[in-house]
């Protein structure tokens, strides 16, 4: 099959690579198919030269195939379906030169080419773009690998490094410092340290003393870098840390022709006039030696002099003190003078420096060094023997390298030293987390002359190579583990071999570093020692035309190095003499360079070293560590720290040597990518399965190669398999992972190859088609005119030979004889046609006429039926209603009047018996007066007694009253602490609870039936919990209420005591003095006082009773307001004080008075009963009667009378309640001994079952097995009802009856509420049962109150204005301020509305599917909603099994709890925050408007500030405590606009007030200009307007790209190839929310109809919607100018399909006009428009510079040159084109040259004046407020 394969592959027309001298590779086309044996291939070129291809017949070595053009231009080089060197170089090239992108993918390496220019591709919005981007999402960039490197660090917590390598001039300093800057931004930490800032500002201090420009590079690096940048555990930067390796320190002493010194002496002598540079002594550049010798001092474009304003900026921005700064400049000047210092030969062996040298002055001045010893030193050398120390001279050119060593020791300890403060300088107090180390190293390097800095240099790189090849190795090993494909050993080159020749024992670093212990070892004899030790080694070798130099095969090319100065630099020796001269020096900074280092110093700092073998360990001080040994030691660390981290590679590219703009030079690059690893890393790639294509990939491609059977199957995977195995039949060409699919080289370009034939064969075919059809209708056209020419030449002969004069007038003669007769008979056959339509429309029209006649008759029927049957069955309803209250009504005043009359009749015989023995004391006369003067004394006696024991009862009453009026007081705030604790107790267990349904919920799909049993009985013993904790807190209430009416009793009892000794008193005296009777009526007015009193105290009763009764009749459905207002009526309106002057006339008709009265009442009493034995039997005729009527629904009717019987049962309990009451009031010396006792005892109990519930709900919550929870909650129900137990037999005794009544009530209440009555019904009944009561009350009194002429009320007439309190205000901003959310109306609602208005719903759905037909005029009330709750409750019961507890529920129990269910479900949605839904809109505002306009109106200034600063403070509170809350700040938005045209409307200037009613003339302010506060409230709007949009940003950036570019909202139109990226595994398996077109208008419409909601004004709604398309638009932009997969024609029709979405939403909500929303889409519709338009010729270029009007040049040019093709069809765009569209653009005036748009830019808001026609004095204050301390004036 390769074979084949291969022989396929050299067929005819297949396009090749060749070798080439100039081009190093160039493309071809085979003009004939190669057959094994044949010795030439026949080739065509591109320029259509033909030439013969030589082979080797023996292994024929055929060229690389080229890659289909559709893959041309890949991002990623991996990607290529042939990957092999001249792939790699063209598509580097295509992308370079053509499309202008410099960066590329390399598998895991981004190759970067250097433009040469700058490029707009580095701002602010491009990081932005690329933050949170997974690596292989955007286009190549160095800010993506800095992305993936910082999102690895923080997903993975593993340090990161980024490796920067590349030749000198490559652009690797430039890359490092945008990672840096990549870095600085996305981490910003906000603290005022600015780390950030300082790591950036080290980048020009380090480049001004470690950069120089040589050939290559004008700002070329001299030494290696790596940066430590260290985050903290939020990943911000919180310091940095920079080493260096290997400063190139003979650079200091000699530069090469066209090359500089390190920038800094430039620097320096460009501002040497400067003042602060004077003392320094400078000269010019070209003046001193070390910056002259390379010829040329300055660089064209650099400004040395601003340079030097910069680098000193950044010392200062470190934190580098000014004394510093000047010492680091007065050693750099003494280099400078150093070098100046002129040593001149004296005599052969001598040398000298003249003592009036200015430099060496200069320099000992600077340096504080002194002038003899330096001169003396530099000249002269001493020599310790055995026996003496010897000083010699040395020659001038000893003297010379004497001085440059000394020269270049100071620039490197300089240096050290700088670097050092720079990193104490980043260094922040701060535990580091983590951190991302950027290396900016050397590549490798080969020039004409090697020596050893090359050699460092490229042991450096060796190292870092194989570092390279085994991550690549690992990467590609893991990659296929995860796929699950067999891993095979993959043959890489292995630089171990290199390696070891360098650093191995005996190796070419060992045996230098032996070379230079020996004093007189020489380059020579070292080199010697090279080729006897290694001649023998492949990769050494010996140059065969020199013996000064070797040759080391590296991984990159072979390098010959000169042995001259390997000794020397590998020593860097300085003589001690001179070492000393700088100890002495009184300058610190100097002499700290060249104190002694301790021993051990390298190792000093924890690098454990294995040499080949062990050094020779120096003997003295001399003998010093060697260069190559601290470069071991330092590369060592550095691989140590590289393989701690998960490196990231970076290789820079130089594309040619004259640094020309996008030139590609082809043998520049192919060696850099030779040198840096790319191809190593294609090589690997090749050999094992280099393409990888997901399976959804796969099939969206190769679909059109699939067939009809294949694409039907669902499973996508097995369909791929299936195709492959059909289309590749060698199997090993490709294998299938979990994900992906795998393909050997070449074969993607296969799979091109048959669907480009099939598309073209597909093109051919309908080409045929429509060319056939073309032609064929062509030719019938023809024929049908030739053969109508036919016919009129044969007519026109026929005629001539046949037709004369006389035929014709014949024929024509006939003609017009048919003319006639066919008019005729049409006239005829349309007469009859138009006469039976009509005779049939008016049939079918009367008979649909009657039948809709018919149709409306019947409904109208029905409807009538309806309607009275409905109002018949909603009269009987309220009947029936209203005899049961009647029932109750009769019943209990009844009772009453019963027990009056029997009071009435004690009364009575008690007075007829004290008159009856006074007239038999009369009669007997005188003889027993003395006896009665007796008794009189007695008698009064006995009232001073009284008088006294009733003045001691009075204060023991009073006394009591207080005590109890305290104890009451206690009770009343025990309660309410009880009510807030039990209020917050529910609300824990309620958020409690929702959070363990969650968690039950998630559970129940892995636990078994018995968890789910446990769970609901956990619920149910949690609600029994709470019934008994409400039982007992209203057990409470009662017992307190019963304990107030008991003393109310006590009081009533002790004032009739004192009325009946009154009256005793009264009466002796009358016996005795009759006529003197009237004298005394001012004593019975006083009585009749009392008499009110009592009445009074009796009406309460009576009230309080029958309050009480309604209450438990009607289940507390009665609302508070309506027994409030019952009790509001007060006893001067029920029982009103009649005048009982009359009853007493004469003492004679007291007796007639009585009974008369006492007749009535028996009358009264009789009638009422007699009324309501008359009502029951009526109730039993109505209940017969509708048993006739509704047979069909007997059960229903049994459940009625029923009812009636037993509310007629419950009437009975009444006496049993009055018997209880005198019962408890002869135990009422015990209750008020117990009740404190029971009331502090229940009230611990409560506290201990709340605390312990509460525990429980926490345990329930943390715990996770269910049986657990329930063993848990049924021992704390065992404590609880073992507790309550204890209560009830201390209190059952008391309230046995009560209780068994209150069951009834609360039972039948629950019944009523289950029967779902209407709301509105219950208050119409309420209404009259109150105004019946209050009728009945009166008649029960005893006189009618005198005529009164009613005050007319006056209507109140407000103000618009609110007044309060001023140590209110707080009460008030936190109210109406920071207590209001703009959700829910759960406040105003009564209890359990949510559970009855859902049940009412329900309701009225099943209504609304009932027609008027059959039965259901028949149907009882509420059947409807019956019937349907019953199916509810069997579907619950028919899932339920007589298992486990369920046998223990009680009856309908399933019914119940699923009405619950449906409550809680309801209540779920329902939020207990405000109310300002129900509220008018900017309610908020008016109300504090309002309360502003009275200040204003009592001119109070102070108060008015006060509230305006509360006012902003508290908004401003608000918006910083929710910054993220969309509604929250939209509802404020909303009300500071309104608040803000208030100020202005009510402000009285003319301007704003055009508008204004007469009313709201009147509310204008009066008393202070509030124009300063009005602009504080508008910058506080454009606050919460910022805010606002920041909110809406932050929630739709993630949906922009996906839905306007990622989704295909037309689909099978995109058709996009696959990228083929080599994503990171860590980003490439996220799982993420998929956005679409739809998400994002979802999104839109629902921040509109938020600010619709809260009433914000239009024209604020379309400036927010302006600024939300604008970024809509910019972010959309901006990822097509940073993608260049999305640069497509069929893209280009999908982003204007989601555009025209846009458009459809924006007329849907009525904001086309006014909101210019559609204006900011421009550019992106210009972008889409310029990715469909043809781009060939003239005429397109200049209709792109008319229609592109809103894009500027960057960017037009950006997206023709990232134009990509989908399929071969397509074509790319033309450089030509693209340069002549350029050109074009060039007279365009004006625009910015910005890449992308600014997605940060905010548009101006304004705010228009709007008035408002709201008037302010009828605003009414919602009651759910809680503005009780506000009053409206």
């Known amino acids: 099959m390769g074979g084949t394969r291969k022989a396929k592959s050299t067929a005819q027309y297949n396009r090749v690579w060749i070798p080439d001298e100039e081009h190093v590779w160039k493309s071809a086309e085979i003009l004939r198919d190669f057959k094994p044996g044949d010795d030439t291939l026949q080739l065509q070129l591109e320029d259509g030269t033909e030439m013969l291809y030589s082979l080797d017949t023996s292994s024929p070595q055929l060229p690389h195939l080229r890659n289909p053009d559709i893959l041309v231009g890949e991002n990623d080089l991996t990607a290529l379906s042939y990957l092999h060197e001249p792939a790699v170089l063209h598509n580097l090239k295509v992308r370079f030169v053509e499309s202008k992108i410099i960066y590329t993918y390399c598998g895991i390496i981004l190759v970067a080419v250097n433009p040469y220019k700058q490029l707009h591709i580095y701002g602010d919005a491009v990081i932005h773009a690329y933050s949170g981007q997974n690596m292989g999402d955007m286009d190549p960039h160095i800010f993506a690998v800095a992305e993936e490197a910082y999102k690895q660090m923080a997903r993975n917590n593993k340090n990161q490094s980024i490796i920067v390598s590349g030749e000198s001039g490559a652009g690797k300093t430039v890359s490092a410092r945008y990672a840096m800057r990549y870095f600085a931004m996305v981490s910003k930490s906000g603290s005022k340290t600015h780390v950030e800032d300082k790591v950036l500002a080290s980048n020009p201090i380090t480049e001004a003393i470690g950069n120089a420009k040589t050939t290559r590079n004008d700002n070329s690096s001299r030494f290696g870098k790596y940066t430590e940048i260290s985050f903290d555990r939020r990943y911000q930067i919180i310091g940095a840390n920079m080493r260096t390796y290997l400063l190139e320190k003979s650079r200091v002493v000699s530069q090469s022709e066209s090359e500089r010194n390190y920038h800094i002496f430039y620097q320096m002598c460009a501002c040497a006039d400067q003042p602060e540079f004077k003392s320094l002594r400078l000269l010019r550049a070209d003046e001193f030696r070390y910056t002259s010798m390379g010829g040329e001092t300055a660089i064209e474009g650099v400004d040395d002099r601003k340079d030097m304003e910069e680098t000193r900026r950044t010392f200062s921005l470190l934190g580098l003190t000014e004394d510093f700064q000047a010492d680091v400049f007065k050693v750099l000047a003494g280099i400078l003078h150093l070098g100046n210092v002129d040593i001149r030969n004296v005599g052969s062996d001598r040398s000298s420096i003249s003592s009036s040298d200015p430099h060496i002055a200069a320099f000992c001045d600077l340096l504080g060094v002194s002038p003899d010893g330096v001169t003396r030193w530099l000249c002269h050398r001493r020599f310790v023997m055995v026996a003496e120390t010897v000083v010699k001279p040395v020659t001038s050119k000893r003297a010379v390298n004497a001085r440059d060593a000394l020269a270049k020791q100071i620039y490197a300890h300089l240096f050290d030293c700088v670097i050092q403060k720079i990193n104490a300088a980043l260094q922040v107090p701060g535990k580091q987390h983590s951190f991302i180390g950027v290396l900016d190293i050397y590549g490798f390097e080969t020039f004409d002359i090697n020596s050893f800095e090359q050699f460092c240099i490229n042991y450096a790189n060796e190292k870092l190579q194989q570092q390279f090849n085994l991550h690549v190795f690992k990467l590609e090993q893991e990659e296929y583990m995860k796929e699950d494909i067999p891993w095979t050993l993959i043959d890489f080159y292995d630089n171990q071999p290199v390696i070891d020749l360098i650093e191995a024992k005996m190796g070419i670093l060992d045996l230098l570093d032996e070379e230079c212990l020996f004093p007189q070892g020489t380059d020579q004899n070292w080199l010697q020692k090279l080729y006897n030790y290694l001649a023998d080694n492949p990769l050494f070798e010996k140059p065969r035309m020199s013996n000064e130099a070797f040759i080391i095969q590296h991984f990159a090319d072979k390098v010959e190095y000169q042995c001259w100065g390997f000794l020397e630099k590998n020593r860097d020796t300085l003589y001690e003499e001179l070492i000393d001269t700088m100890r002495t020096s009184k300058f610190p900074l100097l002499a700290n360079f060249f104190l002694e280092e301790e021993p051990g110093g390298v190792g000093s700092k924890g690098i454990k070293v294995r040499p080949a073998r062990p050094g020779v360990k120096p003997t003295n001080k001399n003998l010093r560590t060697t260069v190559g040994e601290k470069f071991r030691s330092s590369l060592y660390l550095l691989m140590e720290t590289l393989n701690a981290t998960t490196p990231h590679y970076v290789r820079c590219i130089k594309p040619n040597e004259e640094k020309m703009p996008f030139e590609y030079d082809s043998k520049r690059v192919v060696q850099q990518l030779r040198a840096c690893g790319v191809l190593e890393t294609i090589h690997i790639s090749a050999q094992s399965y280099p393409s990888r294509w997901t399976y959804i990939e796969f099939y969206s491609r190769y679909s059109i190669l699939m067939s009809q059977q294949e694409l039907v199957l669902t499973d996508k995977k097995q369909t791929c398999r299936t195709v492959l195995q059909r289309l590749i039949q060698d199997s090993n060409q490709y294998k299938f992972g979990r994900t992906k699919i795998f393909f050997r080289a070449g074969q993607v370009a296969y799979l091109e190859k048959l669907r480009l034939d099939r598309l073209r064969g597909a093109c051919v075919t309908i080409q045929k088609h429509v060319r056939g059809w073309s032609h064929r209708r062509t030719f019938l056209r023809m024929r049908e005119a030739a053969i109508i020419l036919q016919q009129y030449v044969r007519g026109q002969r026929r005629i001539r030979k046949s037709v004369t004069a006389a035929a014709l007038k014949q024929g024509w003669a006939a003609v017009v004889i048919q003319r006639y007769w066919r008019g005729?008979?049409?006239?005829?056959?349309?007469?009859?046609?138009?006469?039976?339509?009509?005779?049939?429309?008016?049939?079918?029209?009367?008979?649909?006429?009657?039948?809709?006649?018919?149709?409306?008759?019947?409904?109208?029927?029905?409807?009538?039926?309806?309607?009275?049957?409905?109002?018949?069955?909603?009269?009987?309803?309220?009947?029936?209603?209203?005899?049961?209250?009647?029932?109750?009504?009769?019943?209990?005043?009844?009772?009453?009047?019963?027990?009056?009359?029997?009071?009435?009749?004690?009364?009575?015989?008690?007075?007829?018996?004290?008159?009856?023995?006074?007239?038999?004391?009369?009669?007997?006369?005188?003889?027993?007066?003395?006896?009665?003067?007796?008794?009189?004394?007695?008698?009064?006696?006995?009232?001073?007694?009284?008088?006294?024991?009733?003045?001691?009862?009075?204060?023991?009453?009073?006394?009591?009253?207080?005590?109890?009026?305290?104890?009451?007081?206690?009770?009343?705030?025990?309660?309410?602490?009880l009510e807030k604790k039990l209020a917050d107790t529910a609300t824990e267990m309620k958020d409690g609870f929702d959070q363990i349904k969650t968690n039950l919920k998630e559970d129940l799909e892995r636990e078994e039936r018995l968890r789910k049993i446990a769970e609901n009985n956990l619920d149910l013993q949690k609600e029994d919990h709470e019934k008994e904790v409400e039982i007992l807190r209203e057990e409470n209430r009662r017992l307190k209420e019963e304990r107030v009416r008991l003393q109310r009793q006590t009081e009533e009892g002790a004032q009739v005591n004192t009325d009946l000794q009154d009256q005793v008193i009264q009466l002796t005296k009358h016996v005795k003095v009759i006529p003197e009777l009237r004298k005394d009526l001012h004593n019975l007015q006083t009585q009749r006082d009392d008499l009110d009193r009592r009445m009074k105290g009796q009406s309460e009763e009576a009230i309080a009773k029958m309050s009480v009764i309604t209450r438990q009749l009607l289940g507390g459905m009665m609302e508070e307001e309506v027994i409030s207002r019952l009790a509001s009526d007060g006893p001067e309106q029920i029982y009103e004080a009649g005048d009982l002057l009359t009853a007493f006339d004469g003492l004679q008709k007291a007796t007639r008075v009585l009974e008369r009265k006492q007749k009535e009442q028996k009358e009264v009493s009789d009638s009422q009963i007699e009324g309501l034995t008359f009502k029951v039997e009526h109730l039993q005729n109505e209940n017969n009667q509708l048993q006739k009527l509704f047979q069909e629904k007997m059960s229903v009717n049994d459940s009625i009378g029923q009812e009636v019987t037993r509310l007629n049962q419950e009437n009975m309990v009444i006496p049993e309640l009055k018997q209880t009451v005198s019962e408890l009031q002869r135990h009422k010396q015990e209750l008020e001994e117990q009740l404190e006792e029971q009331t502090r005892g229940m009230t611990e109990q409560m506290e201990e079952i709340s605390k312990k519930l509460q525990m429980n709900v926490e345990e329930e919550a943390s715990q996770r097995r269910l049986l657990e929870q329930h063993e848990q909650v049924e021992r704390e129900k065992e404590e609880v009802e073992r507790r309550v137990e204890e209560l009830e037999e201390v209190l059952r005794r008391q309230k046995n009856t009560e209780t068994e009544a209150k069951t009834r009530f609360t039972q039948e209440a629950s019944r009523l509420t289950a029967e779902n009555m209407d709301f509105e019904e219950q208050l119409d009944m309420k209404d009259r049962l109150i105004r019946k009561l209050q009728n009945k009350i009166k008649s029960l009194q005893t006189s009618e109150k005198a005529n009164q002429t009613p005050v007319p009320t006056i209507p109140k007439e407000y103000l618009g204005m609110l007044e309060y309190k001023r140590e209110d205000e707080p009460k008030l901003i936190q109210y109406i301020i920071l207590d209001l959310k703009p959700r829910g109306v759960v406040v105003n609602m009564i209890p359990n509305m949510a559970a009855q208005l859902l049940f009412m719903c329900v309701t009225v759905q099943c209504l609304s599917d009932l027609k008027p037909r059959g039965v259901v005029v028949n149907m009882i009330p509420n059947m409807a909603a019956q019937l349907l709750f019953m199916c509810v409750t069997v579907q619950c019961l028919s899932d339920l099994k007589p298992r486990g507890v369920v046998v223990n529920m009680i009856p309908n129990m399933a019914a119940q709890l699923l009405f619950m269910c449906v409550t809680v479900q309801c209540l779920s949605d329902l939020k207990p925050r405000g109310v300002v839904v129900n509220m008018i809109p900017n309610m908020a505002a008016q109300l504090l408007f309002m309360c502003v306009r009275h200040a204003d109106y009592l001119n109070d200034g102070a108060k008015l500030k006060s509230l305006m600063n509360a006012i902003i403070s508290g908004v401003k509170k608000v918006i910083t405590d929710h910054q993220a809350d969309f509604e929250l700040l939209s509802f404020w938005l909303s009300n500071m606009y309104h608040m803000l045209n208030c100020l202005k409307q009510y402000s009285g200037e003319e301007e704003f007030m055009k508008q204004n009613s007469p009313r709201q003339m009147k509310n204008c302010l009066q008393n202070f200009d509030l124009s300063e506060h009005r602009q504080i409230f508008s910058d506080l709007a454009i606050r919460i307007y910022h805010q606002f949009i920041s909110v809406m940003e932050k929630s739709l950036m993630p949906m922009i790209v996906p839905g306007m570019l990622e989704h295909e909202s037309l689909q099978g139109i995109s058709s996009m190839k696959p990228t083929g990226f080599r994503k990171r595994s860590s980003s490439i398996y996220e799982d993420q929310e998929i956005y679409t077109i739809s998400s994002l208008l979802q999104q839109l419409s629902l921040y509109h109809s938020t600010m619709s909601q809260h009433g914000m004004e239009e024209g604020l709604v379309r400036q927010a919607v302006k600024q939300t398309f604008f970024l809509v638009g910019a972010a959309t932009l901006n990822n097509i100018l940073l993608r260049k997969d999305m640069c497509s024609c069929r893209k280009g029709m999908q982003i204007r399909c989601n555009i025209s979405y846009l458009e459809e939403w924006l007329k849907e909500k009525d904001l086309v006009q006014g909101t210019s929303a559609m204006e900011t889409l421009k550019p992106l519709c210009q972008a889409a428009w310029l990715l469909q338009v043809n781009k060939t010729t003239d005429d397109d270029a200049k209709e792109i510079i008319e229609q592109c009007s809103e894009l500027n040049t960057v960017q037009i040019v950006k997206i023709l040159n990232s134009y990509t093709p989908i399929d071969d069809f397509e074509k790319r765009v033309a450089p030509s084109f693209v340069r002549k569209v350029q050109g074009l653009l060039q007279d365009r005036e004006g625009g910015s040259s910005q890449l992308m748009l600014d997605t940060q830019y905010r548009f101006q808001v304004t705010f228009p004046f709007t008035p408002s026609s709201q008037a302010l004095e009828l605003l009414q204050l919602p009651s759910s407020l809680r503005l009780g301390f506000i009053t409206r004036i």
Not at 828 to 845: D, G
Not at 850 to 875: C, D, H, P, S, T
Not at 911 to 920: D, F, K, Q, V
Not at 948 to 961: G, N, P, Q
């Open 824 to 977: 005729h008979l049409t006239r005829q056959i349309f007469r009859m046609v138009r006469s039976s339509s009509i005779i049939i429309q008016a049939f079918t029209r009367g008979w649909i006429a009657r039948k809709r006649y018919k149709k409306m008759v019947e409904v109208q029927k029905a409807l009538i039926l309806q309607k009275y049957a409905r109002a018949w069955l909603a009269r009987r309803r309220f009947q029936t209603l209203r005899r049961l209250v009647h029932n109750v009504q009769l019943s209990y005043r009844c009772q009453q009047l019963r027990k009056k009359l029997e009071d009435q009749g004690k009364e009575n015989c008690g007075l007829l018996e004290r008159l009856t023995s006074l007239a038999g004391a009369h009669a007997q006369g005188l003889d027993k007066l003395h006896s009665l003067e007796a008794q009189l004394g007695r008698s009064a006696t006995e009232k001073a007694s009284l008088e006294e024991r009733e003045k001691k009862s009075k204060e023991d009453a009073a006394k009591t009253i207080a005590q109890l009026q305290q104890e009451k007081d206690g009770f009343i705030v025990q309660k309410q602490d």
